[in-house]
């Protein structure tokens, strides 16, 4: 098991919004210099069309970074997900992060099951793991049906609880039902609170161990650090009224996660 950061964690340093807007290049250096030994590019759209070259820089300076690369995407289409076994290879990256459904392209269990069977032997050939992510737009139990029914060493579960609350499900739930197909872990807080009024709720990003996040239990059902399961830092972060404090807050934010998950692992 590593700690790891994603594309997620410098959401507004990466964005055009940003003054100084970061490229992925120096994203890798950021976290590097924040110590952490994975880092997840995750729906990063210049991964899409970057070609083999551009692909081997980003691999190689995450190696001299003594950064382990994991790559994310979203969809099951085939030559898609061909397209990504290519960029992990090209990266060095082990493992594929994506989702059932892609904008309109929402195919039903059959139709999933289908695509993942056509693309499998290619990753289980590479060595490469395809980790579906929870989320809002499919039940957790209609994800576990095709990972269940593929039965794949190299198929499995991307866990996030907290995608899952905007489809009414728990998050003990969903990590009781996935934890012995996780093969990737989201980690960030949140939590509801109340809107200017106290009309209604925001659910969002909180800074770690201030929301809801149950990062003991979470950790203690998957065994992250026996069954080799990466945690992955994101962030919900709400804009904080300017760019210069927003992209500050992130940064916070990224230091305190990563020092508090040391915290924990050596507790």
Known sequence: MSVGL??????????????RQMALDDALRDAASLGVDVFQICDHAPLDDADDERLNEWGGLAAALGLEIEVGTRGTDPVHLARYLHIARAVGARLVRSMWTSGDDQPDNAETERRLASALPAYRGAGVTLALETYEQVPTTRLLDVVRRLDDPHLGICLDPANTVAALEHPDDVVARTAPYVRNWHVKDFDFIRSPGWVGFHYTGVPIGTGKLRYDAIHEALSPDQLGINEIVEFWLPWQGDPETTARTEADWAATTIDYLRSKHSA
């Not at 994603?6 to 003054?19: E, K, L, Q, V």
């Open 6 to 19: 994603s594309t997620y964690a410098y959401f507004w340093r990466m964005s055009a919004s940003s003054p």
